[in-house]
């Protein structure tokens, strides 16, 4: 009899680590068409030589209706490759905004090269995930040049076809080719076993999540992750501890109101218990400058990620200097404030951190009341400091404006607004026209 490798390799698909592991086989048909090999390159030389004009010229059809776009788009995918619906979730409306945001933000970008590259790049990596494979590309980004024909009605031209051709032709090559260089790096998800689920208040918990094969990043990332429950959705969680010996990993999960995975994550998860993991992202780091001290604003469960830069700075720490960290960890109410034995027991080993609780609404209360951002106005001084903010949008927003008087722009430190806001969940498509923090998503 065939082993389980084999077979997995032989013709099914069904992936490799899920054949050769204890995952429940319930997450195979949501993940079946992801197999972990490098996707095949086209062979063909394609280039970024073609005219953007026609391409920015057509931009304003799209955004005119941009709900009917995004749906004769999947109508058009789907009718003509019904095997790739299983590549999205059941309910499309995120998808749909998220899909349309994304491609207006790359072709108002055309013009920057480098950073149009980044941004495919970035898309082919993130979707690895999905199941989302080389052959992909060509029938969605067809589905693409039908719904830009479309939207330009007796507008359309030879000079458009030309351009938008050779534009999704070369799309598909440059995601193509990441995506290749990330599957010789790592797979496209990791396997997560909970080995400790730790209900801290009646919305949160704390889930300790040991990976399948060890995966790498540094303090201040986030990833994210997939439950049983809800196939092919994804949200985003910052990592909570700085990289351990033991491959471990902590999250802090609030459930919300109508978070399906954060609901899933606290309520129905217990230890044993399988999630799927992305891979590593964030652009928060551990300052590199050992001469400046730390002030940490965490709203909420945005601790997550100031805890692992707290621990990450805390182990590196060597004999001389060390470096103050002053760690401001704000909430609603005392009683949510879950992560304060913890937080002790970083202070008892690093005299250097402070931490300074913080309730917006409690009389009587032992640490600091009031709006965080107004609390963290008062530090005595930010002379030779980094400031890094994480927690909910409008307290990173709230807390930047703050402190721009105080502290210079290069000294405060948070993921992009943007692209938190859209790791947290997608806006509806009746918010697209509104301005677009740590990922704690619902």
Known sequence: MASARNRAQA???????????????????????????????SAKAITADFDRRPIRDLLKHLAADPDAAMEYLFARLFAGHPLMRALFPHGMTQTRVAVFGELAGIIAGLDDQERTEQVLARLAVDHRKFGVRDKHYEPFFDAVFATAEHAAGPAWTREMATAWRSALDWFGSVMAAAAADDADEQPAWWTGEIVQHDRRTETVAVLTIRPDRPLSYVAGQYVQVQTLRWPRIWRSYSIANAPRANGLLDIHVRAVPGGMVSTALVSHCATGDIVLLGAARGQMRVPDDPARDLVCVAGGTGLAPLKAITEAVVGAAGQGKRRGITLYAGVRRSSDLYDLRDLETLR????????????????GFAGRVGRLPDVVWTHESFRDCDVYIAGPVGLISRTVQV????????????????????????????????????????
């Not at 992936?15 to 095949?40: C, G, K, M, W």
């Not at 008892?348 to 009389?363: M, N």
């Not at 948070?414 to 997608?426: G, S, V, Y």
């Open 403 to 442: 402190l721009s008087r105080r502290v210079p722009a290069d000294r405060v430190h948070h993921d992009p607004i943007q692209a938190l806001r859209l790791a947290r969940r997608p806006p509806r498509l009746d918010d697209r026209s509104r301005p677009a923090a740590s990922p704690a998503s619902p």
């Open 11 to 41: 013709g099914t698909s069904v992936p490799v680590a899920f054949a050769t592991s204890t995952v429940s086989r319930r997450f195979v048909p949501a993940e079946s068409s992801a197999l972990l090999t490098p996707p095949e390159v």
């Open 348 to 363: 008892l080993a690093y005299p250097s951190l402070t931490v300074i609780p913080v309730a917006e609404h409690e009389v």
